[in-house]
């Protein structure tokens, strides 16, 4: 009896498998696009600016903040939207771990994704809802209250 031999299938699902997850192979079919995460800090500004994060026309990109209900953090873009029209909101999206789906209280990450629609500066906002909003069984004043993203899109 003859056997034939077979490429192995592990090391080619491997490769793939790393393509999707990084990105490579072109960007036009990832949702994101281009992430930018938050970045945190060691200071206690209840109002922080970041940036500027630069992208490129017909870029989509996204800003990706870390959500948890147990520690108070809910962010929302503030509305209306960027000013101008150098952006435009693409949709969001969340994302948890293995380790986030197991573990009560863990959070997760949000994806604020938007298109870069022309050359210009804008700032993309947004508010912790625990921060701002007095109503809300979360609120704590010594909370962060807004974080803003400078944007230039060459």
Same mark, same amino acid.
């Given at each position: 009896?003859?056997?034939?031999?077979?490429?192995?299938?592990?090391?080619?699902?491997?490769?793939?498998?790393?393509?999707?997850?990084?990105?490579?192979? *072109? +960007?036009?079919?990832?949702?994101?696009?281009?992430?930018?995460?938050?970045?945190?800090?060691?200071?206690?500004?209840? +109002?922080?600016?970041? *940036?500027?994060?630069?992208? #490129?026309?017909? %870029?989509?990109?996204?800003?990706?903040?870390? %959500? @948890?209900?147990?520690?108070?953090?809910?962010?929302?873009?503030?509305?209306?939207?960027?000013?101008? +029209?150098?952006?435009?909101? =693409?949709?969001?999206?969340?994302?948890?771990? #293995?380790? %986030?789906?197991?573990?009560? *209280? =863990?959070?997760?990450? #949000?994806?604020?994704?938007? %298109?870069?629609?022309?050359?210009?500066?804008?700032?993309? =906002?947004?508010? @912790?809802?625990? *921060?701002?909003?007095?109503?809300?069984?979360?609120?704590?004043?010594?909370?962060?209250?807004?974080?803003?993203?400078?944007?230039?899109? #060459?």
């Amino acid at each position: 009896m003859r056997h034939r031999r077979t490429a192995p299938v592990a090391p080619v699902t491997a490769v793939l498998l790393l393509l999707t997850l990084t990105g490579c192979g *072109g +960007d036009r079919d990832d949702p994101l696009g281009t992430v930018h995460e938050e970045r945190t800090t060691t200071d206690d500004a209840r +109002d922080r600016v970041q *940036g500027p994060l630069r992208v #490129k026309r017909g %870029e989509r990109f996204s800003l990706a903040l870390r %959500e @948890n209900a147990s520690a108070r953090r809910e962010w929302r873009p503030v509305v209306p939207g960027p000013p101008g +029209d150098a952006v435009r909101a =693409a949709g969001t999206s969340t994302h948890r771990t #293995k380790w %986030e789906k197991e573990a009560a *209280g =863990a959070g997760h990450t #949000k994806y604020f994704t938007y %298109e870069a629609v022309k050359p210009g500066d804008t700032r993309i =906002a947004f508010t @912790n809802r625990c *921060g701002t909003d007095t109503k809300s069984g979360c609120y704590s004043p010594g909370l962060p209250r807004s974080l803003t993203f400078r944007v230039t899109v #060459k």
